[in-house]
């Protein structure tokens, strides 16, 4: 074999091994979009998996997929011989329906009807899917309003009753955290300050305590009672209708009447989270009562 030949660049197996390589990292990566998070848990929680973030995973599943369809087209194109044969008979060498391409296309035809019909055991798969991925979902780790971190701190303080924007800017410039305008989208501020923006939500908050740095304590540490900054949500029932002047045994009645588990001694966001509902709705229930 002479040395021309053997530095001859060989498309047929780049393209084929292009193909398979892609596959590969298009198969892992949508197996492990089936599992991950809906966008708003992933994005307020900081979610990874093997150090890599959902939008991580899907730029790469989006860039194995485009290189799997142009690498398949050059294959096709340049194995298009063996290809055609495929779909000839191996007696009169002509066109005719052969026994493994009809199969496969009616699996896929089986497939493509029994998804879009919504039938067992397709629809069985869809379901599996919406499971796994809301499993992640936890009230401890909820948003306080879907996607919030694509809010500004202004629209947030409008559209979440348990803290006001001052005690919000007060609380984050307690912390370290310059707030150059409220009008500052909560991700991008949490994004500047290297976390996530569930954990700048409770700073916010003050729902993590004062004096340490901004790695220090985790989600969910809490504020000693009485202590300023205190949101309504971490409130106990009897707390919030002893500020708002309400009579807790008719609040606690007020909120049984209206489904919800409680007792004085339960939190407002407690309360909430037995329900599925956001700590407002219990604060809007009760507010009728204090004319």
Not at 44 to 51: E, R, V
Not at 244 to 258: E, F, S
């Amino acid at each position: 074999m002479s040395e021309e030949t053997r530095k001859r660049f060989n498309w047929r197996a780049f393209f084929s091994v292009l193909t398979a390589l892609s596959f590969i990292g298009m198969a892992f990566t949508g197996v492990i979009l089936f599992v991950v998070p809906p966008g708003r848990i992933a994005n307020w929680t900081g979610w990874t998996l093997l150090g890599l973030t959902k939008r991580q995973w899907i730029g790469l599943h989006d860039w194995f997929s485009i290189i799997f369809v142009v690498a398949s087209v050059f294959h096709v194109y340049l194995n298009w011989k063996l290809f055609v044969s495929y779909f000839k008979s191996k007696v009169s060498k002509a066109f005719a329906l052969r026994i493994e391409w009809a199969l496969a296309l009616v699996i896929c035809g089986v497939v493509f009807l029994g998804t879009l019909g919504d039938i067992a055991p397709f629809s069985s798969l869809l379901v599996w899917n919406e499971n796994i991925k809301h499993s992640w979902d936890s009230p401890q780790q909820r948003a306080p309003i879907p996607h919030a971190e694509l809010l500004t701190l202004t629209e947030l303080a409008e559209q979440v009753r348990d803290v006001d924007l001052e005690t919000m800017l007060a609380n984050l410039k307690a912390r370290g955290i310059a707030v150059e305008s409220p009008d500052i989208v909560l991700g991008q501020l949490a994004g500047a300050y290297n976390m996530t923006p569930a954990r700048l939500y409770d700073i916010a908050l003050g729902q993590v305590g004062r004096g340490r740095g901004h790695g220090g304590p985790e989600r969910g540490e809490r504020h000693g009672q009485g202590e300023p900054g205190r949101g309504i949500g971490q409130m106990t029932l009897k707390e919030y209708c002893n500020q708002m002047g309400l009579d807790v045994n008719m609040a606690v009645q007020k909120l049984q009447d209206a489904g919800f588990k409680t007792s004085p001694d339960m939190t407002i966001r407690g309360i909430a989270d037995t329900a599925g509902v956001h700590p407002s709705q219990i604060r809007t229930l009760l507010e009728p009562t204090t004319q």
